[in-house]
């Protein structure tokens, strides 16, 4: 399910998810997925991908940081106290919720702290043209430049998707906050569209 064929048919799955109103959680690269799905359909963003799997996409929503390039046409750069684990950012880090979002609902929180495993980060380049097309980002890293953690679809069902790795603090008898919300929409949308 890797690579550039294996990625597309995690794009139309999201895609899938969106257009039918069926709860989505995505996790890491269904984050990802999810909001490259969004910026090619909905904010008219043609080409868009990570350059995990085509390096010479267009449009990189999704990209190491220091392959960010301005408007300007300057590289996005990172202090390298704030790129861990050499390109990867790994362990519990601390992420601000929206305040009124469907995850700061979720967590009766403003403020979380969740691990991470991961290389690649939504582009904040792209974030002003998919804010505009209805896709929330209600999760922001708490850094001094604030990588993407969390989205949201406002006007769907419950479309929720996290950078994080929610799993490595779930635990089988304390369910985890996304895990217990996503399956309370799906019995309701079984509920709803069962005939």
Not at 89 to 115: F, N
Not at 181 to 186: P, R, S, T
């Amino acid at each position: 399910g890797f690579g550039l064929r294996g990625v597309e048919g995690k794009v139309a799955a999201a895609k899938y998810a969106r257009e039918n109103n069926v709860p989505y959680l995505g996790i890491c690269l269904g984050m990802q997925v999810a909001v490259i799905e969004f910026a090619r359909n909905v904010a008219g963003l043609s080409g868009a991908n990570s350059t995990e799997f085509d390096e010479r996409c267009e449009t990189p929503v999704v990209a190491l940081v220091t392959e960010w390039q301005q408007q300007d046409g300057t590289q996005q750069t990172r202090a390298a106290d704030s790129d861990l684990g050499g390109t990867m950012r790994l362990g519990g880090q601390k992420v601000a919720l929206r305040e009124g979002s469907l995850v700061s609902q979720l967590y009766g929180a403003d403020q979380i702290v969740e691990r991470h495993r991961h290389r690649y980060e939504v582009n904040n380049t792209y974030l002003p043209k998919i804010i505009e097309a209805g896709m929330a980002f209600t999760g922001l890293s708490t850094d001094d430049e604030p990588l993407v953690e969390m989205v949201e679809i406002p006007s769907h069902r419950w479309f929720v998707a996290s950078q994080f790795h929610p799993e490595y603090t779930s635990s089988p008898r304390d369910g985890h906050p996304l895990f217990n919300g996503f399956i309370q929409a799906a019995l309701a949308y079984k509920a709803e569209t069962a005939h």
